[in-house]
């Protein structure tokens, strides 16, 4: 049975103590950035940030609410990345059935532009991106290397508040049940995010759109988008 990765953003207070230790661990490099008004910083994720936490704020009647999104890749149990550009170039990209762990390699650079642009499309969370300098694809890799010496991916090890959760697959869909009841008391509009198809379930205690707008899926994991279109123009559908 896979590993699977539970994020109650119920928990979430934005320390980004996540995004921090995942740059530390892959050794990646500092961003210029520069100040657009939004704590949400770098803006997006890049080829120097596997996950970020995203900032969204809202004014309800008086009150103003935050909602804190720390996103990284789901690692989709049927990918639709790995459908498209995973038996192009042998070991660019890995899915490591045992963790449920999606993998890109230094083996993406030898992908084309244009398969790299419809890895993209093909995601339902819009993650994986190229650094334009050495072509590298590059995404969170659910600390795989970590993980088959039994450690925990870095991100839930640093996370301080419980928001950050992993373990087998069963346990974490027990776990993020158990959390929705009692969240779902306060916020009755609760919910957990596409948790049949994916190995990062989140928990969201509102509408996924106040989030962000690849909160929840965009379109079918288990289709690439051309397939995806086409199922929506079907009769059968
Ligand atoms: Fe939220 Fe935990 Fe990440 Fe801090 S470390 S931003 S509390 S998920
Ligand atoms: Fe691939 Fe996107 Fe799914 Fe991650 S979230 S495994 S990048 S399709």
New binding site residues.
């Given amino acids: 049975m896979a590993k699977s990765f539970l994020?109650d953003t119920s928990?979430?207070?934005?320390?980004?103590?996540?995004?921090i230790a995942c740059k530390e661990w892959f050794e990646l490099p500092a961003n210029k950035t520069k100040q657009t008004g939004s704590h949400q910083n770098p803006p997006d994720l890049n080829p120097n940030n596997y996950k970020i936490?995203r900032f969204s704020e809202h004014l309800e009647g008086n009150t103003i609410r935050w909602y804190?999104f720390?996103d990284q890749c789901r690692h989709c149990i049927d990918p639709p990345c790995v459908a498209v550009g995973g038996d192009i170039v042998e070991g660019a990209i890995i899915h490591d059935k045992k963790t449920g762990a999606v993998v890109y390699t230094d083996k993406t650079r030898q992908l084309s532009e244009e398969t790299f642009e419809e890895m993209r499309e093909s995601c339902p969370y819009n993650i994986p991106r190229r650094d334009p300098t050495t072509g590298r694809i590059s995404k969170c890799t659910m600390c795989n290397d970590r993980v088959v010496r039994g450690l925990l991916p870095v991100?839930v090890q640093?996370?301080?508040?419980g928001?950050?959760n992993f373990g087998e697959r069963e346990e974490m869909l027990t776990l993020a049940q158990k959390r929705l009841a009692r969240v779902k008391k306060e916020h009755p509009k609760a919910m957990l995010a596409d948790p049949d198809d994916v190995n990062v379930i989140y928990l969201l205690v509102d509408d996924p759109t106040k989030y962000y707008e690849f909160s929840v899926a965009q379109f079918i994991p288990g289709l690439d988008r051309k397939a995806f279109l086409a199922k929506l123009g079907s009769p059968l559908r």
């Fill in positions: 994020i928990r979430c207070t934005a320390c980004r103590g996540c995004q936490v804190f720390p991100c640093v996370c301080p508040t928001a950050m």
